[in-house]
Each structure stands twice: as C-alpha cells, then as structure tokens.
C-alpha cells in the first residue's frame, strides 16, 4: 500500500474557509499565510505515513496550474513554470526529513473537469499539456498524475507529452453515477483507448473525484482491470451536478469509505496506492489506510 493525500481544494475552501478563484491552490505557494495553510494540509499526511511506517505520495498543488486556467489568475510562461517549481519544492522541504515519500507534479484537465465544455484531439491535448509536464521534469520530479480526466483523447495527449518530457505518468479518469466518464466511455473503454494509442505509455490508472458506489459495478472485465492500481474517491455519493452546487461540504463516512476501500481489492487485484479526492481530509485517509492494514 502507498498512501495518497486528500481532497485539497475542498479542505482549504471548507474548511479551512480560504476563497481559491477557479478553485486553484497553486497562488497559495506565493504568500506567507498560503505556505501556512499548505503545511497545515499536508503535514498530517506525511505524519500518518511515518507513524503507520507506508509510503507516501503527495501530489503539489499545480492541479490547476496550466495555461488556461493560470492565464484566468495572472500567470503566464515563465511566472507560470516558475510557480510550478515553486509548488513542488514547497513540498520538497516539507517531505526532506520523512523516509519514502514521493512529490508528484499534479496536472488537472484543460476544461472543467465536471462539466467539460473544451474538448481537444490527442495532437493538441499533447501540444497543450507539454508545458506542464516538461516543467515537472526539469524540476526533477519522481512522477506526475494527471487527475480528473474526462475523456480518453485527453489522457493519451497527456501521456504522449509526459513521454516525450522523460516523465512517468499516472492516468486519473472521473466518472459520474452511472460509472462512465463524462464521455459516455466507459472504464475499460477509456484504458484500451489511451494504451493502444499510446503503446500503454503511463505507468497505471487511477479512478478519481467519484464515490465508490458509482463505479464499483462498472470496472472493466477484462485485462485492463489490473490497469487500475490507484483509487482516489469522493467522501459524498452527491453527482458532479450536485457537488458543483452545494455549499456545505459533504464529508460523508470515512468508516464507510474506507470499508469500500478495502471491498475493492477483490476486484481491483493490483490496487495499492489509496488516498481522497473531494470531501475527504486526514480522517478519510487515516480510515483508509487502517482499515487496509488490518485486512492484512
């Protein structure tokens, strides 16, 4: 088992009551009162990984930190690269006295990852990602993630570009209720997709920004299952719809959570990198990874 974080953004808009404009954490690197919020959001991360004595992989706050969206916020080209290296070396000072502790650059999608109104061909998704990517490694990066996805052109964009940059890249797909992605693809859809065109470029898939209940019935049946060795869920059972709409947090049950967590190894064999994505906080991942251990 390696150990991820949780849901960033929502923790810090929540509860940590810190208005992020276009739900973007990477300006916080650049101000006092930001790296302190950042050290309160992680440091339990890294703390629960050492007392547990499991590996840990923290994704930097750079979800947001592409053209488009940095461009909505004052960044651009090189104030932009820079920001990004700033992201992952904040959180290499934080990790520099824990053992087994990867930073990964976090890359998000170019549209909103909930309702993707901006699609793009494989050609521009890697034209359009490179940047990022070939940032992450010149940072000297272990890895990057790409989280949210919504559609397959985008993800072998992406781990075409991350190829090309000498980076190794994780493949993370949303889905909705009905466990396809916004698309209309579905899981093993969507990862034959990417690994036939890509020659199975990224180095593991991950299902993100969704609860359990949502896919658990819809993983692919056939080889690609063990495509899949990386789960980052929701705490709420709420639709993207709904999520997008709510005002109060929904943190579910990490009980509950983590319970599924553990129910998904019958069917996901090679799953070991577990963590949150919205709605869940160190509660979630504590639950999570003592509920892995104890089933042994």
């Keep these: 088992m390696k150990l991820t974080d949780a849901g960033l953004e929502t923790v810090l808009v929540f509860d940590e009551g810190i208005e992020l404009p276009h739900f973007a954490a990477f300006p916080l690197v650049d101000s006092e009162d930001g790296r302190a919020a950042l050290h309160r959001y992680y440091g339990p991360f890294l703390e629960l990984a050492r007392d547990r004595d499991v590996p840990l992989v923290l994704s930097a706050p750079t979800w947001r930190a592409n053209t488009d969206w940095a461009r909505l916020l004052g960044y651009e080209d090189d104030d932009l690269a820079s920001v990004n290296r700033r992201a992952v070396e904040f959180l290499e000072g934080m990790a520099a006295d824990y053992d087994e502790v990867v930073i990964e650059g976090s890359v998000g999608p170019r549209s909103d990852a909930y309702n993707p ?64 992605l916004p698309s209309g693809d579905s899981i093993e859809e969507a990862i034959l997709a990417v690994d036939n065109a890509t020659d199975e470029a990224a180095e593991f898939f991950v299902i993100n920004c969704a609860h359990p209940t949502h896919f658990a019935d819809a993983l692919p049946q056939g080889d690609s299952r063990t495509r899949i060795r990386g789960l980052r869920a929701n705490a709420s059972r709420l639709s993207h719809a709904e999520l997008d709409e709510a005002e109060e947090l929904d943190s579910g049950d990490p009980s509950d959570l983590a319970e599924r967590y553990v129910a998904l190894r019958r069917d996901l064999p090679e799953l070991e990198v577990v963590g949150g994505c919205c709605g869940t906080d160190i509660r979630h991942v504590t639950a999570i990874c003592d509920a892995w251990l104890a089933a042994g």
């Design 117 to 180: 109104a901006f699609l793009m061909d494989a050609d521009e998704a890697e034209r359009y990602h490179a940047v990022q990517l070939r940032t992450f490694a010149d940072a000297g990066c272990a890895q990057a993630t790409a989280l949210t996805l919504t559609y397959p052109d985008e993800a072998v964009g992406i781990a075409r570009a991350a190829k090309a940059a000498g980076i190794p890249i994780v493949l993370g797909f949303t889905v909705e209720t009905d466990g396809r």
